[in-house]
């Protein structure tokens, strides 16, 4: 029997697979998480990195200014917001790659693992920022620490401001971890 | 008609085949010399089976010590309780962790993901048994990377309380309480110790789930 036309098989031509087809969106979209996660994170390094507020009355003792750098948390904030853009815009080029070669491994995981250590970072940033912010609009009546939004109300509303990029640049890398993850499995 | 060619094409019967739901003139794939992967039974390729289920293990393994840092540190958080020896009529010298709702945020927290570990148990020893099943690998690195940011969210705020508790802060007047409440402070920073100890162990969760997902 004539077995040679159909013995073609098995042997699809590469590109043009549904699969590939998906791997191939799901590395565009990938790119396009992490651009919006680099938005993000940058305008929240900014937001809480140009916070100054100056009260328009002065005394001997007490200081009324507020800058970012008054909290060492907000400090921790700003620098770790920082890393995670550079970090971003630097996968950028790994991304690209991947729409470029599907196929590829052993780049899923190194993303998989930086990404997952850049998560750990941004939370811990953003959620010591978010303590401190609830303290500052709330304070402690038990620990005596009074709630200092109620004189600096434009810092406050940076800080708090600040948080929300961050929390959403959270967001999409959980999203960038599922999408790589589900890549990983699909090869 | 081949002639000349001694080319010996192997039908092997699918598990469809014997079953009688597929016909059995379906082509025979003859890829080259490469034998015919055609038979879906359960012979995996030997290599990465072994290999990934040296992965399981170790992740049964990390999971287990991760259930212990968050369990130590729910439990060393939620029973801290401490009253000065002293007071006046207008201050209250009795610390507890609900006093602050970040500890408060802290305790809930780790109690779930101590909850969250222990059901996760069972899928890990299925990836165990099973080493190829991707099904419940992709589920516990999904629902691991919600419990990293949910842990980490929990400790990094409450070592910023702690923080604050320990060195307190001039520019908003917030004074340092642990050198009253020394006690109180100790347990509280053991547990944020434990819960980071528990986020690491989170982060190689995952990337050992990354590995064994991939298709060798």
């Given at each position: 029997?004539?077995?040679?036309?159909?013995?073609?098989?098995?042997?699809?031509?590469?590109?043009?697979?549904?699969?590939?087809?998906?791997?191939?969106?799901?590395?565009?979209?990938?790119?396009?998480?992490?651009?919006?996660?680099?938005?993000?994170?940058?305008?929240?390094?900014?937001?809480?990195?140009?916070?100054?507020?100056?009260?328009?009355?002065?005394?001997?003792?007490?200081?009324?200014?507020?800058?970012?750098?008054?909290?060492?948390?907000?400090?921790?904030?700003?620098?770790?917001?920082?890393?995670?853009?550079?970090?971003?815009?630097?996968?950028?080029?790994?991304?690209?790659?991947?729409?470029?070669?599907?196929?590829?491994?052993?780049?899923?995981?190194?993303?998989?693992?930086?990404?997952?250590?850049?998560?750990?970072?941004?939370?811990?940033?953003?959620?010591?920022?978010?303590a401190i912010v609830y303290l500052a609009h709330k304070g402690n009546a038990k620990a005596n620490w009074f709630a200092i939004c109620q004189?600096?109300?434009?810092?406050?509303?940076?800080?708090?401001?600040?948080?929300?990029?961050?929390?959403?640049?959270?967001?999409?890398?959980?999203?960038?971890?599922?999408?790589?993850?589900?890549?990983?499995?699909?090869? | 008609?081949?002639?000349?060619?001694?080319?010996?094409?192997?039908?092997?019967?699918?598990?469809?085949?014997?079953?009688?739901?597929?016909?059995?003139?379906?082509?025979?794939?003859?890829?080259?010399?490469?034998?015919?992967?055609?038979?879906?039974?359960?012979?995996?390729?030997?290599?990465?089976?072994?290999?990934?289920?040296?992965?399981?293990?170790?992740?049964?393994?990390?999971?287990?010590?991760?259930i212990a840092a968050t369990l130590a540190a729910t439990v060393s958080m939620g029973t801290t309780d401490q009253t000065l020896p002293f007071?006046?009529?207008?201050?209250?010298?009795?610390?507890?962790?609900?006093?602050?709702?970040?500890?408060?945020?802290?305790?809930?927290?780790?109690?779930?993901?101590?909850?969250?570990?222990?059901?996760?148990?069972?899928?890990?020893?299925?990836?165990?048994?099973?080493?190829?099943?991707?099904?419940?690998?992709?589920?516990?690195?999904?629902?691991d990377t919600v419990m990293v940011t949910l842990t980490t969210a929990a400790a990094a705020s409450a070592a910023a309380i702690v923080y604050?508790?320990?060195?307190?802060?001039?520019?908003?007047?917030?004074?340092?309480?642990?050198?009253?409440?020394?006690?109180?402070?100790?347990?509280?920073?053991?547990?944020?110790?434990?819960?980071?100890?528990?986020?690491?162990?989170?982060?190689?969760?995952?990337?050992?789930?990354?590995?064994?997902?991939?298709?060798?």
């Amino acid at each position: 029997m004539k077995a040679s036309g159909a013995l073609e098989l098995g042997e699809a031509p590469k590109g043009s697979t549904p699969k590939s087809v998906a791997n191939r969106g799901i590395s565009i979209l990938d790119f396009i998480l992490r651009l919006i996660a680099i938005i993000g994170t940058l305008g929240s390094a900014i937001a809480m990195g140009t916070t100054d507020e100056t009260l328009p009355f002065v005394t001997q003792f007490n200081r009324f200014r507020a800058k970012y750098d008054d909290l060492p948390m907000f400090t921790f904030f700003v620098v770790a917001n920082s890393i995670v853009s550079a970090y971003l815009v630097l996968s950028l080029a790994l991304s690209i790659f991947h729409i470029l070669r599907s196929g590829a491994k052993g780049s899923r995981i190194i993303l998989i693992f930086f990404d997952t250590a850049m998560l750990v970072l941004l939370t811990a940033g953003a959620s010591a920022a978010a303590a401190i912010v609830y303290l500052a609009h709330k304070g402690n009546a038990k620990a005596n620490w009074f709630a200092i939004c109620q004189q600096f109300n434009s810092f406050c509303e940076r800080i708090s401001g600040a948080l929300i990029g961050s929390f959403g640049g959270i967001l999409v890398f959980v999203l960038l971890i599922l999408l790589s993850a589900v890549a990983l499995s699909r090869r | 008609m081949m002639n000349g060619d001694s080319t010996t094409i192997n039908i092997t019967e699918t598990r469809k085949e014997t079953k009688g739901e597929a016909p059995l003139f379906a082509a025979p794939r003859v890829v080259a010399s490469t034998s015919v992967v055609a038979n879906t039974s359960a012979v995996e390729h030997p290599k990465g089976g072994r290999y990934k289920k040296g992965i399981a293990i170790f992740d049964f393994i990390l999971r287990l010590c991760a259930i212990a840092a968050t369990l130590a540190a729910t439990v060393s958080m939620g029973t801290t309780d401490q009253t000065l020896p002293f007071f006046t009529q207008f201050f209250q010298f009795q610390a507890s962790y609900d006093d602050l709702p970040a500890f408060q945020f802290f305790v809930i927290a780790n109690a779930i993901v101590t909850g969250y570990l222990v059901l996760s148990i069972p899928f890990s020893i299925v990836c165990i048994v099973r080493p190829h099943a991707v099904g419940p690998r992709l589920l516990l690195i999904i629902c691991d990377t919600v419990m990293v940011t949910l842990t980490t969210a929990a400790a990094a705020s409450a070592a910023a309380i702690v923080y604050l508790a320990h060195n307190g802060n001039s520019s908003a007047n917030w004074n340092s309480i642990c050198q009253q409440f020394t006690d109180f402070c100790q347990s509280v920073s053991g547990a944020v110790v434990g819960s980071f100890v528990a986020v690491v162990l989170f982060l190689f969760l995952v990337v050992l789930s990354a590995f064994a997902l991939r298709k060798y």
